[in-house]
C-alpha cells in the first residue's frame, strides 16, 4: 500500500456554521459543498440551502464536513457513535504567536502557547462542533 493523502471527515450538527467557523476563524477557504438534495457540486453556500458535504482548505491542509445524517448513512461504522472523537487533529503552521494573538482576541479560549517536550511550540482549541485542533510551530 502507499499511502497519498490523509483528509479527516468530521461528522457536523451543521455544514454552514461549521464552514463559517474555520472560514472565519482559521482562514480556511470553501473548495466545494454538497447540497442536500445531492444533485451536484457548489464552490459557494447559497442562501436558504442546506448542504450534506464540504471540503475546505488552506495552503496544504484539507478538511471535509458532513452532516450527521449523512455520514452515519456512508459510515456505517459510526451509526451508534456520538459526535466527537477522542482525537487531536495537529497542524503544524508558521507564526504561531501571532495567530495565538488572534484566536484569543476572537474569544476562542484556546490552552496556553507552551513549548511541550517534544519542541514544538503549541496550543489547542475546540471547533463549534467540539472537536479538538492543535496548532504548533518548530520551536528554533
Not at 477557504?29 to 447559497?46: C, K, N, R, Y
Not at 495552503?59 to 461504522?77: A, G, H, N, W
Request: glycine share 8%; no cysteine; hydrophobic share 35%.
Amino acid at each position: 500500500m502507499k499511502a497519498n493523502k490523509l483528509t479527516p471527515n468530521f461528522e457536523v450538527k451543521n455544514i454552514r456554521e461549521t464552514v463559517a467557523f474555520y472560514q472565519n476563524f482559521l482562514g480556511f477557504s470553501l473548495t466545494m459543498a454538497v447540497p442536500e438534495t445531492q444533485d451536484g457540486i457548489e464552490q459557494t453556500l447559497a442562501d436558504g440551502k442546506e448542504y450534506v458535504y464540504a471540503l475546505v482548505g488552506k495552503d496544504k491542509v484539507e478538511m471535509m464536513f458532513q452532516r450527521t445524517d449523512s455520514f452515519k448513512e456512508d459510515v456505517s461504522l459510526a451509526k451508534d457513535i456520538s459526535l466527537g472523537a477522542s482525537v487531536s487533529f495537529y497542524m503544524e503552521i508558521d507564526g504561531i504567536e501571532d495567530f495565538y494573538g488572534q484566536i484569543k482576541s476572537n474569544g476562542l479560549n484556546p490552552t496556553e502557547l507552551k513549548t511541550a517536550w517534544y519542541g514544538m511550540r503549541e496550543f489547542y482549541i475546540t471547533d463549534n462542533n467540539g472537536y479538538i485542533l492543535g496548532f504548533a510551530e518548530k520551536n528554533d
